[in-house]
């Protein structure tokens, strides 16, 4: 009998062939179609042969069957088997076990060779953030205050100098307005008390002057009746002289007189005696009239020059008495134009002092109003680069905050981001700087827009403490291009993006992996 079933092929894939059904026949030799015995159905298909027999299983039946034409053999056998049965073996044989069978160990043997051979990425896994090489410049307020206008949004683009919130500015303001009017007044008393101090310097100047010009004319009347004294000295010295020759005159006129008379007495007898001319007589009495009336004269002139004398003498202790007053009023007049000076100079000074109190005054207002001006600046805040509004963590308008809250962040302008990643302890020995990193990103899913490769450039060189991830390394990632590619499209990075490095840190195989379990229950103690 020819085989009903063909062998598996050497593909596990390929169908298995078609079992014969009941109604199918073999074709001998002589073209004659029978009928498999039941026998030989069951070793086929598996099973057990009915045991209930007939009139035909008797041998002679037997033997009439194999002598029997083909039509009849099909047609007793087909009537031996119950309906039922006769469905089960239609039914073909099932290949599932050795499908199943020859599946599996294609599965170990291509498992084996995927874990012998192959290698996987054995990475340690940091979560970060973006941010800007350098880190970002965070704006925070200095005061506290009610924030009244917020002038940019989060990602927009801005220049330094740009303003970005406004603070309440209403009490810095009038602080403003009254600093500025107190150090107007303060000004205004300046310039006055500077005023003050010029026409006091300038009158304590005239009167000294006024003195000097007063004392000067004391000095000029006090010489001036120094020479009146000194022309009455010789006024009088000349007076005198002119009364001791006056007074010589006089003694020798009466000592002519005496003469003349003396020479009267002897010529009256020589007269009346007639011894002599009348006329000697006349000529020594006219002598003596002329003697007498010179003594006259002498006298009335010496009288005169006494008188002058005394005259002079009296206008000379007026001029005395005038330059001792003169000289008296010039030393008063000197110690006047002192005094003068000196209180215009106590006066200078006190002013002086007082303008430095308020020079101190303007000084310290103007500080103030520095000061407030600085605070009314700073409830403007500022963006101090150009760059990008990267963060803006701001309450609603009319909230408090608090000084040294940040606001804003803003990513510098053309500065290259980096990630500032958390490694765990755990996963940091093996870590070192110019490892390659795979980064993905979380606003990203990189199934639809890759990853960004990168490196490690800096680990820290100790841990710090993280809420959530205990004792971890700060990382930073270099990143080799600062955007993804989707649909033909660069989309950018921005800082502050979320992201989580994947550090490769080294290649093992798949089965050392496999492995390191039961390696780790050896290396407890633990024997398999």
């Known amino acids: 009998m020819e085989k009903l079933i063909e062998p598996l092929s050497g593909s596990r894939f390929s169908k298995p062939p078609a079992a014969p ?83 599996g160990l294609v599965f170990c043997m291509a498992f084996g060779a995927w874990a012998t051979f192959g290698q996987i990425d054995e990475v340690g896994h940091a979560q970060g953030r973006l941010v800007p090489k350098g880190e970002v410049y965070k704006i925070h307020p200095i005061d506290s205050g009610k924030i009244a206008s917020i002038q940019v949004k989060e990602g ?99 000592t002519d007189e005496m003469a003349y008379k003396a020479r009267m007495d002897r010529l009256k007898p020589l007269v009346d ?37 005394d005259r002079l003498q009296a206008e000379l202790q007026q001029a005395q008495r005038e330059s001792d007053r003169l000289q008296a009023g010039l030393l008063q007049k000197q110690a006047e134009g002192r005094s003068t000076q ?47 509004i990267s963060s803006l963590n701001i309450p609603n308008i009319g909230e408090v905050i608090q000084p040294g809250q940040t606001l804003a962040e803003i990513a510098p302008q053309d500065v290259p981001l980096v990630l500032s990643a958390s490694l765990p302890n755990q996963e940091a020995g093996f870590v070192k700087t110019g490892m390659p ?18 490196k490690v450039t800096s680990i820290s060189p100790d841990t710090k403490p993280d809420e959530r991830l205990g004792a971890v390394y700060r990382v930073e990632v270099s990143l080799a291009q600062s955007y993804l590619t989707a649909n033909h499209q660069n989309i950018n990075l921005k800082a502050g993006e979320t992201a989580t490095a994947e550090i490769i840190i080294r290649r093992r195989r798949i089965a050392d992996l496999l492995l390191d379990p039961i390696r780790q229950l050896q290396n407890g103690g633990i024997n398999l």
């Open 156 to 254: 927009q683009a801005v220049k330094a100098g740009q303003t970005l919130i406004e603070l309440d500015t209403e009490m810095a303001e009038a602080e403003v307005e009254r600093l500025e009017q107190l150090l107007s007044s303060e000004k205004i008393q300046l310039s006055q008390m500077q005023a003050l101090i010029e026409r006091t310097r300038e009158e304590g100047h005239i009167r000294g002057e006024i003195a000097i010009a007063d004392a000067q004319a004391q000095m000029a009347a006090i010489a001036q009746a120094k020479a009146k004294a000194e022309a009455q000295n010789m006024a009088i010295a000349q007076a005198k002289a002119n009364t001791a020759t006056n007074q010589k005159l006089l003694t020798q006129l009466h």
């Open 21 to 103: 059904s009941a109604q199918s026949r073999d074709i001998n030799g002589e073209g004659i179609l029978r009928t498999p015995s039941p026998t030989e159905l069951t070793s086929i298909y598996g099973g057990v042969a009915n045991p209930t027999r007939t009139d035909t299983d008797t041998p002679e039946s037997a033997q009439d069957a194999r002598t029997s034409p083909p039509s009849q053999t099909i047609s007793s056998t087909s009537t031996n088997w119950s309906p039922s049965l006769q469905t089960m073996l239609e039914q073909p044989p099932s290949s599932l076990p050795r499908q199943l069978l020859l599946g």
């Open 273 to 309: 005696a007639g011894a002599i001319a009348t006329e000697q007589m006349f000529a020594a009495e006219q002598s003596l009239r002329d003697r007498q009336r010179s003594i006259t004269q002498s006298q009335g002139e010496l009288q005169q020059a006494l008188t002058e004398s």
């Open 342 to 388: 000196l209180e215009a100079q106590q006066k200078v000074q006190q002013l002086e002092v007082e303008m430095n109190q308020l020079k101190a005054k303007v000084a310290e207002t103007q500080n103030l109003l520095t000061s407030a001006k600085a605070k009314l600046k700073q409830r403007f805040l500022y963006a101090p680069v150009d760059g990008t």
């Open 437 to 454: 990193v795979q980064v993905k990103l979380d606003a990203y899913p990189y199934q639809d827009y890759g990853i960004v490769s990168g």
